[in-house]
Antibody
């Protein structure tokens, strides 16, 4: 079964750090670009970051550039998001999602999401 | 940056109706364009990619069309399980989502 499972979310104080993980299974992880998308409570989807299959290309939303770092370990079939200097505005459910192919950026597989809450 | 604007924000409909959702982009884009459905407490589900191709397992009552700056998602004969929020998405080196359209029961 093709699956993505996020972990690492939780409650963190403003200014703190958190590292999210996304474990992939059921497909050849190293063949696909991967993405992080977040959704604040009661709001819409916001793209956070994308990383190419071999990590050669990395992109960030302006709202997180300089604070968040995306990485992947193809040997471990895992995607990561290191989040530093967190603020209340970063509170959201964070989803990892797989791109369909290198030509098609549509996200065909999503994890269930992990909730990050930045609050004192 | 390209901005995606969805309309309407909310649509009140009855089962069986034909529904058309719109997404307008701030500048002309290629067809690397997708639609998603999201139900409460769930991850989004890919419905349409390439502006008009249904994803695997998506019923044929869902169809996508459009080009340039105007794209539409049509649901022909709304089913009870189709009440949800729908998002459009484009890729211009980085991803962008529209604000969503909530389809609710009238």
């Amino acid at each position: 079964e093709v699956q993505l499972v996020e972990s690492g979310g939780g409650l963190v104080q403003p200014g703190g750090s958190l590292r999210l993980s996304c474990a992939a299974s059921g497909f050849t992880f190293s063949d696909y670009n991967m993405n992080w998308v977040r959704q604040p409570p009661g709001k819409g989807l916001e793209w956070v970051s994308s990383i190419s299959d071999r990590s050669h290309y990395i992109y960030y939303a302006d709202s997180v550039r300089g604070r968040f770092t995306v990485s992947r370990d193809n040997a471990k079939n895992s995607l990561y998001l290191q989040m530093n200097s967190l603020s209340a505005e970063d509170t959201a459910v964070y989803f990892c999602a797989k791109s369909m192919s290198w030509q098609i950026s549509a996200l065909d597989i999503w994890g269930q999401g992990t909730l990050v809450t930045a609050s004192s | 940056d390209i901005v995606l604007t969805q309309s309407p924000a909310t649509l009140s409909v009855s089962p069986g109706e034909r529904v058309t959702l719109a997404c307008r982009t701030s500048q002309s884009i290629n067809n690397n364009f997708a639609w998603y459905q999201q139900k409460p407490g769930q991850a989004p589900r890919l419905l349409i990619y390439g502006a008009s191709t249904r994803a695997t397992g998506i019923p044929d009552r869902f169809s996508g069309s459009g080009s340039g700056t105007e794209f539409t998602l049509t649901i022909s004969g709304l089913q009870s399980e189709d009440f949800a929020v729908y998002y459009c998405q484009h890729d211009n080196n980085w991803l962008a989502f529209g604000g969503g359209t909530k389809v609710e029961m009238k």
